[in-house]
Structures are given as C-alpha cells and as structure tokens.
C-alpha cells in the first residue's frame, strides 16, 4: 500500500509570497487531514476533510490559508499572503475506518518565509 | 479542555536503560491514545496505541500505561537503544466523531551508546 505522498518537499519563499502545497492520500481513505507543526511543536490540526467536505476548519487561519480536496482524493493547502509565523512543516495525514482509524501521514512540506 | 500535555521535553537515556515519558488529558471523552515517533526530516508514524477498557498494552519493547482515574498515560521504552533516538508524541481523540486527534508538545529522546 503506497503511503501518503506530499509535494513539495521544501520550499522558501519572501512573507507576503504565496505558497501552495499538494497532497495524494492512501487510496480509499476516506478522511484527510492538514496539519501544521512548527519546530519543537506537536503537530496541530488545520482542516479535516471527510471525501471532500469540510467537517473542521476551526483553526484554519483563513484569511490567509484555504485548502481543498478535489473529488475526495487529492488535497492542496494554499497560504497567501504568508508571514514569517508560518514557517513551519505542512503535514498532509489520512485515516479510514477500515483501517480501525489509524492516522497515517505523509513526511510534510518543510516551508520557511524569509 | 482538549489539551493533552506531555513530559519531559526532552530525555537522554543510556543504552540498555528505560525510557519514560508521560502524558496527561483533560478531556473525558477522549478514547484512543496513540504514541507517535518522529524521525528527523520524517513524519509521525503510529508506534502503539491504546484504548482506556485496558491499563496496559505492549509490543516488544514498547509499553503503554493508563490511568483512568487520574487521565494520565505513559510510554515505556525497555532496554532502549542508539535507534530509538527520536521525537515522540502522544496524542488523544475522541473516535465516535471525525477522529481529531490532538498531540502533545513530543518529548526529544536521545540515547547514548
């Protein structure tokens, strides 16, 4: 079973640049999440979608950042314009029931703003 | 309320010896409380996890305790070895809903040869 594959692996961009980051899920997990962690953190939840619906977005800061998820597949997390505070490492994860809801994420989009 | 605070920041441990980290919830509603590692450069990847209906899971050297009563749970690492040299996280969701799962502040293990 291929894993979670995220693109791009790094990426350095000036504060009020754009920045979009792609994920491709396990196939058929239903559920997927965007995670943000910053160094020394623990990861913490932005969006969770289920297919392609939204079912949290509490801590999505969306002035800035959006993200969707194209026909309950693929998923892009986008954050324009970035500031400095977003440097940080984007992790893309997804779960399925039938996997007894383990969380399995990708190795993450390592962006820096300078 | 949907805090789930860990400890130590950081451990050095000689090889051979038990690593310990620990972690604590608020929220009662939570159900499902994985362990994660982090390898530099990597993502989390589920190492064990638990369920509160037990107070003990292991597999191999990897040893999860719960405590109901006081919301406290705790990763044990036996005879730790150069190779377990990691970033580790416990998290905590509550699985009836959407599966959210809130991690702690991870705990940087380093051990010594």
């Known amino acids: 079973e291929a894993g979670v594959a995220q693109s791009p692996r790094y990426k350095i961009i000036e504060k009020r640049q754009s920045v979009a980051f792609w994920c491709n899920p396990i196939?058929?997990?239903?559920?997927l999440y965007w995670y943000q962690q910053i160094l020394g953190q623990g990861p913490k939840l932005l969006i969770q979608f289920q297919n392609n619906g939204v079912v949290d977005d509490s801590q999505l800061p969306k002035d800035r950042f959006s993200a969707e998820r194209l026909k309950g597949v693929d998923s892009t997390l986008k954050i324009q314009p970035a500031k400095l505070e977003d440097s940080a490492v984007y992790l893309c994860?997804?779960?399925?029931?039938?996997?007894?809801?383990?969380?399995?994420f990708g190795e993450g989009s390592w962006l820096t703003v300078v | 309320q949907q805090q789930v605070k860990q400890s130590p920041q950081s451990l050095i441990v000689q090889k051979g010896g038990i690593s310990i980290i620990n972690c604590a919830y608020e929220?009662?509603?939570?159900?499902?409380f994985p362990w994660y590692q982090q390898f530099p450069g990597k993502g989390p990847a589920l190492l064990i996890a638990i369920r509160p209906d037990v107070s003990e899971k292991k597999e191999g050297r990897f040893t999860i305790s719960f405590n109901k009563s006081a919301k406290q749970f705790s990763l044990h690492i036996m005879d730790s070895q150069p190779g377990d040299s990691a970033t580790y996280f416990c998290a905590a969701s509550k699985t009836g809903g959407y599966n959210k799962l809130i991690f702690g502040a991870g705990t940087r293990l380093a051990v010594h040869p």
């Open positions: 929220n009662t509603a939570f159900d499902y």
């Open positions: 994860a997804n779960s399925d029931s039938r996997s007894g809801n383990t969380i399995y």
């Open positions: 196939s058929g997990h239903a559920t």
